[in-house]
């Protein structure tokens, strides 16, 4: 079943190769969307796939790269809209 979610990871997860690791992740896994920075120090992830590749990937991300600190991952789903033809890393929103 395809699926989507917006995540957000806070923590120690700006400046630490947080977004090259996600997009690494996500392309390992077949899933399409983007992962960006945040001006609040969080990390925002859309992707769009199969659900447990999704699930995947957020348990991946509550783990973090070896020099994060994960202290919480947030995580809205909803139906997969078929917007993304890849997984990419966006610039930051600041």
């Known amino acids: 079943m395809r699926a989507r979610a917006r995540i957000f990871v ?3 997860v700006q400046g630490v190769f947080f977004r090259g690791h996600t ?10 969307g983007w992962v ?7 990390v925002e ?3 769009e ?3 447990p590749d999704i699930e995947e990937l957020i348990v991946r991300v509550g783990k ?3 020099r994060a600190r994960v202290e919480g ?5 909803s139906e997969d809209a078929g917007e993304f033809d890849e997984f990419r890393v ?3 929103d600041f």
């Open 64 to 66: 973090g790269p070896p």
């Open 49 to 51: 796939g199969e659900k």
């Open 73 to 77: 991952v947030d995580v809205a789903w």
């Open 23 to 32: 997009e690494r992740w996500a392309l390992s896994l077949s899933l399409t």
């Open 90 to 92: 966006h610039p930051t």
């Open 45 to 47: 992830i859309v992707v």
């Open 10 to 12: 806070s923590g120690r």
């Open 36 to 42: 960006r920075n945040r001006f609040d120090g969080r």
